[in-house]
């Protein structure tokens, strides 16, 4: 399923570099085809449209193809994105594994990867990990060294995306600051963009639904409970400072003597998320276990509720009553026209999305919720993939990004 991409504004900017990405924007998201396409959404000449593309089709970003017709003159080329181009380098990260993705520009999967990797290993050795993996795939896929246009990472935890690093992380101990972006950059040679995990699950899922589906509200329970939003234009939506979406560390009734990895008492997280179900928390403010043990619970407690163990089926119940609570919260602050609830227990089991249902439609108001849709996700493991891969085109598609595609063709 190709997931859609964002055609730009049609604004009064006429610097080259935003023309051009205007131009390879609209072409990418299908939004036109022709030449005449272009002129009639951009407002801009025959001749001027003409320069820019054909500046585009000589760099080898966009190509055209005999749109046949049989009528006199020249025949009309269709255009679209060389999918050769460039490469998309895709590394999604989590607690206890890591997946490593590279794709073209048409969204075709060259080479794929995931591998069991803890993530309290610390920094250094995660990108040293990533940069041999990188290069191994790019090497199995016989793609030359630059052909990889744009990295994205995806972090689980808040991240600081201007900065390209996780900003006190609670299941990333010894990231908190680490320069993700600066590093991988300076080794691969390209840009680096570091998001949310979440952020980009929910950016892979809203592009994957039906416009009419959006907004929509992400919320992802694994070894934390994370959410994020894309608001009805297919952008996301990150706050001031990117930590919009941190549903986790909402405190829920009932909880306060249960100690969060945040450090604070009554998250949502601390007693709803896989690896507190896995621990079998209950409010007596006992430690949690080492990471790398939660990691080996949470597998064994997916097990168990896919056998239909009457405790792991009481406990996700009992959690998803309370997420339930937290999601009709940000239903009332939203207004999503579809929630989607991913993770690991939502694929194991039908019992945890039915809890949040019951609650959600019992104590959301009638007008947030009689055309609100609330499923599981249809990507699954593959949202954040999507959505990294939709994030770095759009980057490369970006006027930054075709300036530096461009190189000193470029300027004007």
């Not at 760099?59 to 255009?79: C, F, I, S, V």
């Not at 048409?106 to 250094?124: K, N």
């Not at 179900?277 to 409010?283: K, V, Y």
Request: hydrophobic content about 45%.
């Amino acid at each position: 399923m190709a997931a859609r991409l964002g055609a730009p504004g049609t604004g009064s900017r006429r610097h080259p570099d935003a023309v051009r990405s205007q131009i390879a924007r609209l072409v990418a998201a299908g939004e036109a085809s022709h030449r005449l396409d272009l002129s009639r959404l951009t407002g801009l000449s025959r001749s001027s449209i003409h320069t820019h593309v054909q500046d585009l089709v000589d760099a080898g970003l966009l190509q055209g193809e005999d749109a046949g017709g049989g009528g006199r003159g020249r025949p009309a080329l269709r255009l679209s994105l060389a999918g050769d181009a460039g490469v998309v380098l895709i590394a999604d990260l989590a607690p206890f594994s890591t997946r490593c993705v590279v794709t073209d520009l048409t969204q075709r999967v060259l080479a794929d990867v995931a591998f069991p990797w803890q993530l309290s290993e610390g920094p250094e050795p995660t990108v040293a990990l990533l940069v041999d993996r990188f290069a191994d795939l790019l090497g199995q896929a016989k793609i030359p060294a630059d052909r990889p246009r744009v990295l994205v990472v995806g972090l689980p935890g808040p991240v600081d995306v201007a900065r390209g690093m996780a900003v006190r992380p609670p299941i990333m101990p010894g990231w908190d600051g680490f320069p993700v972006a600066e590093q991988l950059g300076g080794v691969l040679g390209c840009p680096v963009l570091v998001d949310n995990d979440v952020n980009l699950m929910a950016l892979g899922e809203a592009r994957t639904v039906p416009p009419e589906q959006l907004p929509v509200l992400f919320v992802t329970v694994g070894a934390g409970i994370g959410a994020g939003f894309v608001l009805a234009d297919g952008t996301l939506h990150r706050g001031a400072d990117g930590a919009a979406g941190d549903i986790g560390h909402i405190r829920v009734p009932g909880a306060e003597e249960v100690v969060c990895r945040c450090g604070k008492a009554g998250c949502v997280e601390a007693v709803a998320s896989t690896a507190a179900l896995a621990r079998g928390l209950t409010p007596t403010g006992e430690p949690p276990l080492d990471l790398a043990e939660d990691g080996a619970a949470m597998r064994d407690f997916v097990a168990r509720l896919r056998d239909g163990l009457p405790e792991a089926l009481h406990a996700v119940r009992a959690a998803g009553a309370t997420l339930g609570e937290v999601i009709a919260l940000c239903i009332h602050m939203l207004n999503p026209r579809h929630v989607v609830v991913g993770g690991e227990v939502v694929e194991a089991s039908d019992d945890l999305l039915s809890a949040v249902r019951a609650v959600v439609y019992r104590h959301a108001l009638p007008l947030a919720t009689r055309e609100l849709a609330i499923t599981r996700s249809e990507l699954g493991g593959d949202a954040a993939v999507v959505g990294a891969m939709v994030l770095g085109i759009e980057q490369l598609l970006s006027p930054t990004g075709i300036g530096r595609f461009l190189g000193p063709r470029g300027t004007p």
